[in-house]
């Protein structure tokens, strides 16, 4: 039997997660999460666990399930780690994924070491995702449901919290779940899910960041510099984005044009054709490996990009500054700022920030078209201790294949780690 | 719950004595709206008017200065709100209100919504014992003499059990030509809470509570003297002087007249063994490195079931929940909507850090099932949750 901290949403998977570890027989405890400093009274949308009525759900399921409840408020660190870190991520031209920063600082971080303080053994969440414990470690596998699937959210998590992380849910599938809610008479078993940013209330996040960011008009590029069009804050746009441009002039081939990159410098967004989001080869850092070491050279993967995406055939490499990861299928339109994630099978290996993005030509993609047109200069100089993909070749921009190989071809600047 | 829970939140509520629960009982036997005219309306009405009469007895008024309300936070917003808005409609110059800034909040948060009727709130500061600053508050009703609406000073602090000054403010609030109101929920039972008289020194009006004396939750009275000003704050049948609409819970007053007389009967008693323990909890308390007792030094300055005291380090929040999965019941202070503790008002009020002290406050409140053997259970768990608390953080 171990003490234990059950972080209740007030939605259904935290309190049928909650309730199989108290019917398994632990001594569970539960805890809601106060994440806003300002809450809403009411839920609204699909945006939960953030207002007074989750509160109050998660106050409930404790009831009902005979546990000890308290709030704990994390609005402090929420608001600093997770929401002006996606402020400043975003102004700087990055696009992160707030659940995972929410994942790496606040649950597993702050919320688990209050618990190990306060002499529990572990903290347990309604994340569906698998943990096979041996007696040397902790693993991180994709949950059984593959719709549900949420290790990606949780590649960021260190082998010491991970021990200490309980996910019962991992082996079940949704539907189950909530058949298990009702079965249990929980009032929260019918309760829809959540999906959007908790903390982008009408679930506008162009339109939120505009209001913390204010408008910053600039222009809409194409990739030799020609001015298309102009835009209220480039911070609004995602890289392989292809609506809300309204851009004036069609393009040449009259194809559709997307995001290629966010210049946060300039305030440019450059436009171009979809051929021009491939990439093959990824740097990230700084590496988290799962098992708390990182392997021991070069080994084959699959990288997910993205919490939904589809994982693709990869060759990762640890170097001296993070990682390196070639693609051999390309991904199309990856930002700066996204987290990579490295599966072996169904088993998370580890994971790294995109801060580099290159298209060496070397993936198998034959039969896709060639961007022809030269790409514009990366608007920052590479930063001192940069990755430098040490594959030379650009097939996307013939007239620099032998000179540009040093430079990251997609435009976002690095982060520097 | 591993084991009995030991209790020591009586200032939060104090259990129902059988004796309130047995008067509960035989009124609610009667079939009848104490307004009906008929004989069962009557006989309601009986219950109500006897209760009103023992209320007043106990508290120096008159019956008809007992409005009955759902409590202590209904009957501070009439005084406050209502005594405020029948003053100033008797006399348009009449806009100051004058709160200590340690009261309860629904004394404070009530003055402060006055001020968006254009009425000025003046929040007196209090020493680092907690009790008001008696120069300042001279000083300032001074300045105002002839301009004051109204002044609310509690008899007795619901967090730090220091008693205020009342029979220093109260005349100083009179000869500004105001009159003055006390929140004395949590004094009544163990202090000598009543109306002044033609020419002493105790207010114009009290607050009180059933639940904290032994009687049922959701009643409690408004008592003031008749020269007192009040208008309506909800509106309806009339009940209660036109004061307070709403069908009188003949039941309910029923108990609480029969709390509040048995609380009075008892009060020197149980007073003096109540201020045994807190002697003891407190002598203890000091003896733990890194404890601060809060509140006046002198017993005589504090209400004898209340003990607050400051845990250097240790989050009161993870305290409470450390020393409840211990079987211990005490109070860390108030909550937000959410649930999330907040820092206390209180102990920010008295020079304490908001984001120290005053979110490493604790609040231990005796009452009747009060012993020896509670104060010796939580002193033996102190420590060790104070020890984890403190890893666990506190800034």
Redesign the interface.
Known sequence: MARLVAALSGGVDSAVAAARMTAAGHDV?AV?L?LSRH?A?QRTGSRGCCS?ED?NDA?RVADQLGL?F????L?EPFQRDVVADFVSEYAAGRTPNPCLRCNERIKFAAVL??AL???FDGVVTGHYARVERTSAEAELWRAADPAKDQSYVLAVITQEQLRRAYFPLGDTPKAQVRREAAGLGLRVADKPDSYDICFVADGDTPGWLRDKLGARPGPIVDQSGAVLGHHQGAFAFTVGQRRGLRLTRPAADGRPRHVLRVEAETNTVVVGPRAALRVDQIHGCPPLWIAGRPPAGPFPAAVQLRAHGRPLPAVVSPTAEGVRVDLLEPADGLASGQTAVFYDGDQVVGSATVVATAATGTADDSGAPTDASPRTTDAAAPPPGRVRPPTPGHATTPDHATTLGHEPAAGRPAAAA | MPQAMIYLDHAATSPLTPTAAEAWRRAAAVVGNPSSLHAGGRAARRVVEEARERVAERLGAEPQGVIFTSGGTEADNLAVIGGARARRAGDPGLNQVFVSAVEHPAVLEAARALRAEGFTVVEWPVGRDGRVDLAAARQSLAAAAGTIALASVMWANNETGAIQPLAELAPAVRAGGAPCHSDAVQAVAYGPVRLRAADDDGPDAVSVSAHKLGGPVGVGALVARRDFPLTALSHGGGQERRLRSGTIPAALVAAFAAALDEACDRRQDEARRLAELSARLTAGLGGLPGVVVTGPQDPAARSPHIVNAVFDGCLGENMLLLLDAAGLACSAGSACAAGVARPSHVLTAMGHPAEREARWGLRFSLGVTSRDSNIDALLTALPAAMARARTAGGE
């Open positions: 405890t809601h106060a809450p009274s007074l509160a106050r000890p308290y709030v704990w408020d609005s070491e209050r303080s306060l002499g």
